[in-house]
């Protein structure tokens, strides 16, 4: 069995969700060389998150924001972790419900995602800055 970690360095984005996809492909040259295998992206940060999901209709991904604006909203008169702005608990919040790892299967050198998926940062702060992945492989 082989086994590849890659650090990622992410650009800084506006508060939103985000396609990845090729920027992790783009960083993982090696992944060719895995016939089968799994891939693990994990973000190394408490407010934001990733996902998987459609990848072709970017409304989908207004959709998202929307629906996680709506449902964990800011300037909660309740929230006590406060002292880093009205978008930084609800980031917290957004980014425990949406997870910090997508598990990724690897057939033929390439990421086995259905058609329509791809890789989402969710960003949940409105200057959440530069973002790290540890981007872990394994397989044969």
Known sequence: MKILQQPI???QRRRGFHLITNEI?????ELGSF???MCQVF???TSASLTINE???PTVRADFEMYFSKSVPENDPEYQHDYEGSDDM???LKASILGSSVMIPIRNGRFALGTWQGVYLCEHRDYGGTRNLMVTVWGE
Do not use: F
């Open 55 to 57: 990848n072709a209709d």
């Open 9 to 11: 360095q992410l650009r």
């Open 25 to 29: 492909l783009q960083a993982l040259p």
């Open 90 to 92: 609800p980031a917290h």
């Open 43 to 45: 973000i190394q940060h």
């Open 35 to 37: 016939k089968t295998g």
